[in-house]
Structures are given as structure tokens and as C-alpha cells.
């Protein structure tokens, strides 16, 4: 098998996510064959380091032995059995192990396939809390400017990135979105903490004006990954955990992208000493191996829905492949290299080692900002650093970025403007250093004309 070859057969039959298809006209695609570790490998043996860890899902590397091995174990054990009136042994030690884990009081798990669904499903059953608990008038969320949750409806209705939002806005419930509490733009001499605390007044005039019809709010904890990776001060969420109960309000966390230590904590909502009323978990969740998501919740929510049949009070959704055991074997593999050797540790190491190698780059004329909180990184170009105008996003800089990369051995596939650093946990610190040398070579490519 040749790279052209499979590539030839893809484009005949295949439709890739987040992609103009027509740029495959003159942008190769990669075919992979292998991965090990942080590497993949083409069918004609170029490596490329994976410093996204495949959409952000990838913890430990490419075929770790013992996920593997963990895998093949159950792959003989049971495949996939129904949830409903079924249990299996997997999916009751993974929910034990994250109700110790995650922050106090988070005692249920509920199972879905992926991280959309997962929002999907903390969005239901905040509506239908309140519903059975008889306050009907709670239809509403709201949703942090340049939010991002998923690309099913309901998770792009409480998101506020246009270019996943506006093409289906017609077919979106109407939240309410409130200015973001990042600093980026914050005021000469104004700390990441005063922004937020500054921005953090929109939403108490939200929720004291219309906390009838709110039944959550929906927030990205630390970090708003798809929406430029733009990073603010946990201050932002102790206010708004306090202002939730105040109001009657639950809290949502989508740590979907930031969970299982990519902030520099195992969650990102521990850094704020907070417990939010659902925690959405997925990607990292099973090491990169499998689909799988989780909504934790707390007793008193669970308790709403507990009731006689006849009442109607149950919870109403599904999925076909809930809590599948292989996925969740994963996740408890997954779980295990965590509990085996300092990962939290380990990663404040190649977080310093990120951020020096990084650093230098704030000096370049059209970059705007170099930001991290802990394993992630991103640096934003901008036409004019002075005034943070952007490039027109017509010009596509970031793609010459990813092109230089690709021919340089790394997968550094940008979010518009932004290029960032996500890689796997097992990346060394020359890695890095070698991370950075390619995205500084690539912005002077970018920003040359």
C-alpha cells in the first residue's frame, strides 16, 4: 500500500470532518498506517509527532502496551453488552473510580458516546430537573462568548464560535450569551484576574435579571479550546459557582477537552476549589483509544428523577453503545497510568519546559499573544501586534503554519490563527524544543509578505 494509492481510494468514498474537501485539490492528505508513542507513521515511512494528540484525545501515546494489553484482555472477555436492566464489571469500577476522583459531591455517572452528546445530555437533564421539580418557566442557557461545546444542536445552540454556529442558527434553540472572561484584550497594566472579575459583571446582571427562566449555565473551565484557545482566571469560576446558588442556577462544566490533567490539575474545576452541578468528560477519558463520554452529577439532581413509573419522572435518553465495556476498560486503563506514576507532576515539568521553549516568540512582530495553562500552549498571529488586528481570515496563515510543519515531521493543525501546543503526556523536553523551532520557522513563513 502506497500513501497515494489509499489516498486516491479515500477521496473516492470518504467525507472528513471540518474540512473543504475541494483543498484536497492541492493539500495532500496523510494517510497513517502506525502509531507509537507521540509518532505516526505514512505508509512510506515518514513520521509525524502528533502535538495535538489527535484532536486533543491522546493522553499516554500511540499504542501504549498496557492500554493495549488492557484491551485484549476484555476483547475476551465481553465486547458490548446493553445498559439498560445490564451492568457489566467495567462500567461500575469506572464510575467508582472517577466518584473519587472527581471534585466532592459529583456521585452519579452518566454514560454517552462522545463529547456532544455528553453536553446534549447535561442540557437535558438540566431542563428536566427543574421540570420535574414543577418550574417549567426554566427553558433557558447561557453561554460564554466564544464558547465552543459540540456540533449537535443542542451543543451548538450554547456555543458562540460563528464559524460552527451561524450556518445553523435557524435550526438553534436562542441562549444567552455574555462577554467571555479571557485577556486577551485586557487593558494595559489590568491583570487575567481583574478582566475576569471586571467581565464577570455581564453575567450577575444576567442571572439576577433573569434567573426564572435559566436552567444553567454552560462554561469551558480555564480554557476555551475551540474558540482560540483563549485562557482566563479561575476567579471566574468561583464567582459563578456562588452566583449559581444564589440564583438557582446549575452550573455546567464542559471539561471535556481540559479534564485529566491538561490544565495542570487532574480537572481544571479543582483550580477554582468548586464542584459544578454536572461535569461533561470525554476525549482524554479513555486515553485516545475509544468513543466514549460521561456526565457526572450530584445525588440531589439523581434524586429528581427517582420516583414510581407511573410518574413519569424518569430520564429520556440513550444511546446505543452507553457505557460500552471495551471503552470503558480503556478509561480504567487509562485511569491506572495515572494512579501508577506522577502524571500531574511529571506535566508541570514539560509545562515549564513548553513555556520556555515558547517564549521568545512574544517578541515577534505579528505575534500577538504566546499563553499556556499547563499542557496547553498556543501562540495568535495578528497583521498589527499594536492594535491586535488580525490577519484577514481570507489569507489562511495558520495553514501555511501546518503545511511547514507536515513537511517537517509534526501535526500542528491550527484553530484559524491560533497554533498551539497539546501533545501527549509522554512528549519529551527536546520534543518540545524541536515543537517550537518548527512553529517558530513556520510563522516567519506565515507573516513574510
Given at each position: 500500500?502506497?500513501?497515494?494509492?489509499?489516498?486516491?481510494?479515500?477521496?473516492?468514498?470518504?467525507?472528513?470532518?471540518?474540512?473543504?474537501?475541494?483543498?484536497?485539490?492541492?493539500?495532500?492528505?496523510?494517510?497513517?498506517?502506525?502509531?507509537?508513542?507521540?509518532?505516526?507513521?505514512?505508509f512510506e515511512g515518514h513520521r509525524y509527532l502528533d502535538a495535538i494528540s489527535s484532536w486533543w484525545v491522546n493522553l499516554f501515546g500511540h499504542a501504549h502496551p498496557y492500554i493495549n494489553a488492557c484491551l485484549q484482555e476484555q476483547l475476551s472477555q465481553l465486547e458490548h453488552?446493553?445498559?439498560?436492566?445490564?451492568?457489566?464489571?467495567?462500567?461500575?469500577?469506572?464510575?467508582?473510580?472517577?466518584?473519587?476522583?472527581?471534585?466532592?459531591?459529583?456521585?452519579?455517572?452518566?454514560?454517552?458516546?462522545?463529547?456532544?452528546?455528553?453536553?446534549?445530555?447535561?442540557?437535558?437533564?438540566?431542563?428536566?430537573?427543574?421540570?420535574?421539580?414543577?418550574?417549567?418557566?426554566?427553558?433557558?442557557?447561557?453561554?460564554?462568548?466564544?464558547?465552543?461545546?459540540?456540533?449537535?444542536?443542542?451543543?451548538?445552540?450554547?456555543?458562540?464560535?460563528?464559524?460552527?454556529?451561524?450556518?445553523?442558527?435557524?435550526?438553534?434553540?436562542?441562549?444567552?450569551?455574555?462577554?467571555?472572561?479571557?485577556?486577551?484584550?485586557?487593558?494595559?497594566?489590568?491583570?487575567?484576574?481583574?478582566?475576569?472579575?471586571?467581565?464577570?459583571?455581564?453575567?450577575?446582571?444576567?442571572?439576577?435579571?433573569?434567573?426564572?427562566?435559566?436552567?444553567?449555565?454552560?462554561?469551558?473551565?480555564?480554557?476555551?479550546?475551540?474558540?482560540?484557545?483563549?485562557?482566563?482566571?479561575?476567579?471566574?469560576?468561583?464567582?459563578?459557582?456562588?452566583?449559581?446558588?444564589?440564583?438557582?442556577?446549575?452550573?455546567?462544566?464542559?471539561?471535556?477537552?481540559?479534564?485529566?490533567?491538561?490544565?495542570?490539575?487532574?480537572?481544571?474545576?479543582?483550580?477554582?476549589?468548586?464542584?459544578?452541578?454536572?461535569?461533561?468528560?470525554?476525549?482524554?477519558?479513555?486515553?485516545?483509544?475509544?468513543?466514549?463520554?460521561?456526565?457526572?452529577?450530584?445525588?440531589?439532581?439523581?434524586?429528581?428523577?427517582?420516583?414510581?413509573?407511573?410518574?413519569?419522572?424518569?430520564?429520556?435518553?440513550?444511546?446505543?453503545?452507553?457505557?460500552?465495556?471495551?471503552?470503558?476498560?480503556?478509561?480504567?486503563?487509562?485511569?491506572?497510568?495515572?494512579?501508577?506514576?506522577?502524571?500531574?507532576?511529571?506535566?508541570?515539568?514539560?509545562?515549564?519546559?513548553?513555556?520556555?521553549?515558547?517564549?521568545?516568540?512574544?517578541?515577534?512582530?505579528?505575534?500577538?499573544?504566546?499563553?499556556?495553562?499547563?499542557?496547553?500552549?498556543?501562540?495568535?498571529?495578528?497583521?498589527?501586534?499594536?492594535?491586535?488586528?488580525?490577519?484577514?481570515?481570507?489569507?489562511?496563515?495558520?495553514?501555511?503554519?501546518?503545511?511547514h510543519a507536515l513537511q517537517r515531521g509534526a501535526l500542528l493543525r491550527p484553530l484559524g490563527a491560533v497554533s498551539y501546543l497539546m501533545p501527549p503526556y509522554i512528549i519529551t523536553p527536546e520534543q518540545i524544543h524541536w515543537l517550537a523551532d518548527i512553529l517558530r520557522e513556520?510563522?516567519?513563513?506565515?507573516?513574510?509578505?
Amino acid at each position: 500500500m502506497s500513501n497515494n494509492a489509499l489516498s486516491s481510494r479515500d477521496l473516492a468514498v470518504v467525507w472528513h470532518p471540518c474540512t473543504q474537501m475541494k483543498d484536497h485539490e492541492s493539500l495532500p492528505m496523510i494517510p497513517i498506517r502506525r502509531g507509537e508513542g507521540v509518532w505516526l507513521e505514512d505508509f512510506e515511512g515518514h513520521r509525524y509527532l502528533d502535538a495535538i494528540s489527535s484532536w486533543w484525545v491522546n493522553l499516554f501515546g500511540h499504542a501504549h502496551p498496557y492500554i493495549n494489553a488492557c484491551l485484549q484482555e476484555q476483547l475476551s472477555q465481553l465486547e458490548h453488552v446493553i445498559l439498560a436492566g445490564f451492568t457489566h464489571e467495567p462500567v461500575v469500577a469506572l464510575s467508582e473510580r472517577l466518584v473519587k476522583l472527581a471534585p466532592p459531591g459529583l456521585t452519579r455517572c452518566f454514560y454517552a458516546d462522545n463529547g456532544s452528546s455528553a453536553v446534549e445530555v447535561a442540557l437535558k437533564m438540566s431542563y428536566h430537573f427543574f421540570r420535574n421539580q414543577g418550574q417549567t418557566q426554566k427553558t433557558r442557557f447561557v453561554c460564554l462568548q466564544n464558547s465552543y461545546h459540540g456540533e449537535t444542536l443542542g451543543a451548538l445552540a450554547v456555543g458562540d464560535v460563528a464559524l460552527y454556529k451561524e450556518t445553523y442558527q435557524p435550526l438553534l434553540m436562542q441562549s444567552i450569551t455574555v462577554p467571555g472572561p479571557d485577556c486577551f484584550d485586557r487593558e494595559p497594566g489590568e491583570s487575567c484576574a481583574e478582566v475576569a472579575l471586571r467581565r464577570f459583571e455581564a453575567m450577575e446582571q444576567v442571572l439576577a435579571t433573569q434567573a426564572e427562566q435559566i436552567c444553567a449555565v454552560i462554561i469551558e473551565p480555564l480554557v476555551q479550546c475551540a474558540g482560540g484557545m483563549r485562557m482566563y482566571d479561575p476567579i471566574y469560576l468561583t464567582r459563578l459557582r456562588k452566583a449559581c446558588d444564589r440564583y438557582n442556577i446549575h452550573l455546567i462544566a464542559d471539561e471535556i477537552a481540559v479534564g485529566f490533567g491538561r490544565t495542570g490539575s487532574l480537572f481544571a474545576c479543582e483550580q477554582a476549589a468548586m464542584t459544578p452541578d454536572y461535569l461533561c468528560l470525554s476525549k482524554g477519558l479513555t486515553g485516545g483509544y475509544l468513543p466514549l463520554s460521561v456526565v457526572m452529577t450530584t445525588e440531589a439532581i439523581f434524586a429528581a428523577f427517582y420516583d414510581e413509573y407511573q410518574k413519569l419522572t424518569a430520564f429520556l435518553h440513550s444511546h446505543s453503545y452507553t457505557g460500552n465495556p471495551l471503552a470503558c476498560r480503556a478509561a480504567l486503563a487509562t485511569l491506572d497510568l495515572f494512579a501508577q506514576t506522577d502524571v500531574l507532576g511529571h506535566n508541570r515539568h514539560l509545562a515549564q519546559v513548553m513555556g520556555e521553549a515558547l517564549r521568545d516568540l512574544q517578541d515577534h512582530p505579528h505575534v500577538a499573544e504566546v499563553r499556556q495553562t499547563g499542557m496547553i500552549a498556543a501562540v495568535e498571529l495578528v497583521k498589527d501586534k499594536a492594535r491586535k488586528i488580525p490577519y484577514p481570515w481570507q489569507e489562511r496563515r495558520g495553514l501555511r503554519i501546518y503545511r511547514h510543519a507536515l513537511q517537517r515531521g509534526a501535526l500542528l493543525r491550527p484553530l484559524g490563527a491560533v497554533s498551539y501546543l497539546m501533545p501527549p503526556y509522554i512528549i519529551t523536553p527536546e520534543q518540545i524544543h524541536w515543537l517550537a523551532d518548527i512553529l517558530r520557522e513556520g510563522i516567519t513563513l506565515a507573516t513574510a509578505d
